[in-house]
């Protein structure tokens, strides 16, 4: 080895002088050279004599020779090592002894680091959220971090030496396991979602990025798995995308059943009126057919405002345990035999609902899971109790109110459903059943229902392992009093009553059927026109009767122009469903009160006569 050895003209260059010690590389001083060659660099003259120089501090030492030893990542200098004032020369003995002293020195320096990397990494491993799965490159279980534990409930030493097999879940078809090995084989990392199990059979719904781990010679030695569970934050996101599907749906049967219950409004209208007139026997009869097939229709409309929840029916507190009890008296007679009935009806406490919206729930229900066990029989289980939902059932279901619910679970053993089916179940008219065996409506309906008394609904379901529906609703404390309207004739009168539909016929059935009891009636199928009819002569009439949604102006609009000119004038609001109309606002505005159509003669007058004797004989808000 040729020695780097400085000249004369270096060394005076590079003489520690009375400046300020301030370097640059090529003055830095004894190390300088060593970085700019990156190699050791040997200086053996150094110190020489030098006009006007100063003496060395107290305690200093002059420098004589040195050997500066670069320490190297790669190509780069991250250090020096110099060995300085030796008695005689330094030769390329001592070199090569300083050279192999230093590279030892710096090697056990970089292992230190390495190790503390280790410690961190592996640290941060343990201490990380993810699971973190290693294996060997046959699939073998090498380490598990705690996450994995906390996940699935198997301990690391369980895990050990085993197959992630050990996770499957059943959900997963020979095609998604090789698809996820040949991409793995192949050297690339591997990316989805993964149906697992924990120890206690809890299904876990995991999103995982495997790996694979390569050695020095760039062959695969093993395997590393990332895995987050997303099964809350899944079932939140269906929940939130079956809310807006079913808000969508609903709103749409709002609008059907709008215009619907305006055709069937004419319909029964002028059928009434036809059956006034007629004297045949025949003919009655025919009209009276007419007639029931529209009290069919009318009840189908109030099952899908039920389902979008705009079907507004008067709710109080009732106990469900009562219509529990009675309905599965009615059901006992019409299920086979072959179903084995068991009942836990224990629950006391009240609800705020309608006593026909139970009836409607228990029955459907209890219905469809017969009919999921018609084929082979089995066993019908029904329980009613009290449960108070916990925080992560409340985090999936934000629309249940928090607090004490009552619980109604239907449990069959019946065909259960697939995925694909149980998520439409709710949708109307979706139904798996034959035809003429049901319209598809029933689950539909309970899920109105439900919804609109601030409860949830839970399905749980497998192909051949029966299916548990649970309904919750909100408990209700109630002291209060109950009111029911009864059912009258047609009652007559001499009002002036000013009636606004954009429905024409709607408002020749008004007119003709309010005139033959006697109210005068001036009708608009504009509401801007009335509203000038009324601006010309305000003490023309003594009543408003008005749909709530029309194209010029809608009905609560009208009648609060109207009011500007006369402050007394009472209301009647007439609609198929309204979410512009609440009990809240009606009782803000005084005086007035929402009937919902389809309306006939007899029903219009009915409301007629007990708001404008409301003194003697006060009228609920809806009716």
Not at 164 to 192: C, M
Not at 293 to 311: P, V
Not at 480 to 509: C, H, N, S, Y
Not at 563 to 583: L, Y
Request: contains cysteine.
């Amino acid at each position: 080895m040729t020695l780097p050895i400085w000249s004369q003209d270096v060394m005076q260059e590079c003489r520690i002088t009375g400046r300020p010690r301030t370097f640059t590389l090529k003055d830095a001083g004894i190390w300088a050279e060593c970085v700019r060659r990156r190699e050791p660099f040997v200086c053996n003259r150094y110190e020489e004599p030098h006009p006007g120089k100063k003496g060395l501090p107290e305690g200093h030492a002059g420098l004589t020779r040195f050997v500066s030893i670069p320490m190297m990542i790669g190509e780069r200098v991250v250090a020096v090592s110099v060995v300085a004032n030796k008695d005689t020369d330094y030769e390329e003995m001592d070199v090569s002894t300083l050279l192999a002293l230093t590279n030892k020195v710096w090697e056990i320096h970089l292992l230190k680091q390495t190790e503390e990397r280790v410690r961190r990494l592996a640290a941060t491993v343990e201490q990380a959220a993810l699971d973190v799965v290693i294996t060997d490159a046959e699939g073998n279980i090498l380490y598990t971090n705690p996450a994995v534990t906390k996940t699935t409930g198997y301990t690391a030493e369980e895990l050990l030496g085993r197959n992630p097999r050990i996770f499957k879940s059943g959900k997963h078809d020979q095609a998604f396991y090789k698809d996820l090995w040949v991409t793995l084989k192949a050297g690339r990392t591997w990316n989805g979602r993964i149906h697992n199990r924990a120890k206690d059979g809890r299904p876990i719904l995991q999103n995982a990025t495997i790996s694979p781990i390569r050695d020095e010679k760039d062959e695969i030695i093993g395997f590393v798995a990332t895995r987050r569970d997303v099964t809350k934050e899944v079932e939140m996101e269906e929940h939130l995308a079956e809310a807006q599907k079913m808000e969508a749906l609903g709103t749409l049967s709002g609008g059907i059943a709008h215009d619907f219950n305006n055709i069937l409004t004419a319909i029964v209208g002028f059928t009434e009126l036809c059956r006034l007139s007629c004297t045949e026997p025949e003919q009655k009869e025919y009209l009276d057919a007419v007639l029931k097939a529209s009290g069919r229709a009318t009840d189908l409309i109030k099952q899908i405002l039920s389902f979008s929840r705009m079907g507004k029916e008067e709710a109080r507190p009732v106990k469900p345990k009562l219509i529990v009890k009675e309905a599965m008296k009615l059901l006992r007679a019409s299920i086979p035999t072959t179903i084995v009935f068991r009942q836990n009806i224990v629950s006391d406490s009240l609800v705020l609902a309608d006593p026909g919206e139970i009836h409607r729930i228990v029955i459907n229900l209890c219905t469809n899971a017969s009919l999921a066990m018609k084929e082979s029989g089995g066993v019908l289980e029904v329980s009613l109790e009290d449960v108070t939902p916990d925080a992560s059932f409340l985090a999936v279901h934000p629309e249940l109110r928090k607090g004490r619910c009552v619980c109604f679970t239907v449990k069959d053993t019946g065909c259960g459903m697939t995925d694909e089916v149980r998520a439409r179940i709710f949708e109307p008219f979706f139904t798996t059943r034959k035809e003429g065996e049901g319209s598809g409506m029933g689950l539909s309906v309970v899920h109105g229902i439900v919804r609109s008394r601030g409860g949830a609904v839970t399905v749980a379901s497998e192909p051949g392992k029966g299916s548990t529906f649970q309904v919750y609703l909100p408990v209700e404390q109630w002291t209060g009093a109950e009111e029911k309207i009864r059912e009258e004739i047609p009652l007559p009168g001499d009002e002036r009553i000013l009636f606004v539909d954009d429905e024409a016929m709607v408002t020749q059935f008004v007119e003709r059927s309010l005139g033959h009891l006697g109210y005068r009636i001036s009708a608009f199928t504009s509401s801007r026109q009335a509203l000038e009819r009324f601006r010309a002569n305000p003490d023309a009439f003594d009543l408003l009767v008005t749909d709530m949604t029309m194209p010029e102006m809608t009905g609560d609009v009208l009648a609060k122009m109207l009011r500007e000119i006369r402050p007394d004038i009472p209301v009647i609001f007439c609609t198929g469903f309204s979410e512009r109309m609440t009990p809240d606002k009606l009782e803000a505005i005084g005086n007035s009160v929402l009937a919902l159509k389809p309306i006939t003669a007899g029903h219009l007058s009915r409301i007629i006569r007990r708001l404008v004797d409301a003194k003697e004989n006060p009228l609920p808000n809806v009716t």
